[in-house]
């Protein structure tokens, strides 16, 4: 075979192509090798459970400080403080953090945003951002900020030189976590070594997530009149058969037996906001937390009847008036329209006035609907 000579680093050095070739990939591979190793690293000293239900410095804590916690239920969020102290090495600083999770602490996952296969999955949050700074929340010494991170595509830069700093990842367990498993997390960065005085610990031990099979009792039925607002309605019995944490959704129609949500009335009791002009029906759904397919599977109360009343309607009486003679006797004045709605139940009572304004009305011991008003010596008006 033939082969070219190719002059490197010396003129008294001679190599062929192919191991010139060969020679230049193991340098390369060489040269990346040595600056793998020559990235700092970071010790991991201490970690800190904590809720998702704050902003950074308002979260609360889940447990005390190097202490393990227990999680209850899949599919929410909480969070994961970590605090390094930073190994220099080469004059480079340690770069590149990502967090895992171990069953057994020899074999570890990555932490990324996807869940489909891990039993945890970084999770966004309402409360932070990708990147926020993170401020003092542990007991470091020399504190520089870093970050907040709820996305695997955060890559936080190098660290600064002999400090300490602290990341707070935002996880959720998946369906994939395994009940009643103790689970260990880690930091790690692009150093080929780690150093780990703690390692955060975490029981999975979820509460079972079934609905309730009763949804309890809610009280009272009422009558009431049109355009009035219905009276408080109470609970009289707590939903049962269920295993978890209890939500409520009250509902409202006026064609039962459609239903639908009434917006922000959540509680155990309801108050039932502004009036009602129809029949209107309320009841009270309950469900658990955990329940994964949302209101679908929850559980009713009784239905409660508010019935309305027919708006009430005066009617008219005979407006046309009359000349009379002093001392005469007018005809009786009656009613061409009857009183309606309500209770059905009606009443009447009349007025006189003597200046025509009723602003000196007089009541008339009167419950008919037509009135005969008498001899008169005044001119006299008159309204039902």
Known sequence: MKTKQILLFSPKVYLSRPTFLKSLIFFVFLISTIDAFAGGTCIMNKYRWRNDDGSETTATWKAAENIATTLSSANTNFRLRIAHTNVVFNGIPPKGYSLQ????????????????????????TTHFSDGDPTTNQLSTINFTPWYCISSSTISPAPAFTTLENELEWCIKATSNAIPGTTYYFRSINEALSFTYNVTAT???????????????????????????????????????????????????????????????????????????????????????????????????TNHIEVTVHDEFTAGAIQTAGEAICYNGDPMPIGSTTAASGGDGNISYSWQSSANGTFSDAIDIESNTASYNPGLLTTTTSYRR
């Open 101 to 124: 999770y171990s069953a057994d602490e020899s074999n570890w996952t990555t932490i990324t945003s996807v869940g489909t296969i891990n039993a945890f999955a970084l999770s966004t």
């Open 202 to 300: 975490l029981t999975y031990s979820p509460i079972p997530c079934i609905n309730p099979t009763d949804g309890g009792l809610i009280a009272s039925s009422q009558i009431i009149c049109y355009n009035t607002k219905p009276v408080a309605l109470t609970s009289t019995a707590l939903p049962t058969g269920h295993s978890g944490t209890i939500e409520y959704q009250w509902q409202i129609s006026t064609s039962s037996p459609t239903f639908v949500d009434i917006p922000g009335a959540v509680s155990e009791t309801y108050t039932p906001v502004g009036t009602v002009t129809q029949t209107t029906w309320f009841r009270r759904l309950a469900r658990v937390t955990c329940d994964p397919v949302g209101w679908v599977s929850a559980t009713s």
